[in-house]
């Protein structure tokens, strides 16, 4: 069974940072991990994903150079750091994966999610 459970989330001030987790209920090697983010009255969009490999995929632009997705085999968890946060990085984040996924790419989605994590980036 896949469990996702995120957490780090809080509410930072522009420009500051921000590390969120996502703890797995499997070895974060076996499948890709993905994080989403969703907006108020906006779709949920992809923003970084961690393949079984070890490859990483930033899928939005806005985020590219600000973000780092990473994992800790040790703890089970997949981390995604945030730098130099804007207000419009305000959202639910979510991690997503499968156990059937291995590689990320632009328009994956995932069958299993957490439940979310807020970021509030207000000043």
């Known amino acids: 069974q896949v469990q996702l459970v995120e957490s780090g989330g809080g509410l930072v001030q522009p420009g500051g940072s921000l590390t969120l987790s996502c703890r797995t209920s499997?070895?974060?090697?076996?499948?890709?991990v993905g994080w989403f983010r969703q907006a108020p009255g906006k779709e949920r969009e992809a923003i970084a994903c961690?393949?079984?490999?070890?490859?990483?995929?930033y899928q939005s632009p806005s985020v590219q150079g600000r973000f780092i997705i990473s994992r800790d085999r040790t703890k089970n968890t997949v981390n995604l750091q945030m730098n130099m946060l804007k207000p419009e990085d305000t959202a639910t984040y979510y991690c997503?994966?499968?156990?059937?996924?291995?590689?990320?790419?632009?328009?994956?989605?995932?069958?299993?999610w957490g439940q979310g994590t807020q970021v509030t980036v207000s000043s």
């Open positions: 499997f070895a974060v090697d076996l499948f890709a």
């Open positions: 961690l393949s079984r490999f070890g490859e990483s995929l």
């Open positions: 997503g994966s499968d156990l059937d996924t291995y590689h990320c790419y632009q328009d994956l989605e995932f069958d299993h």
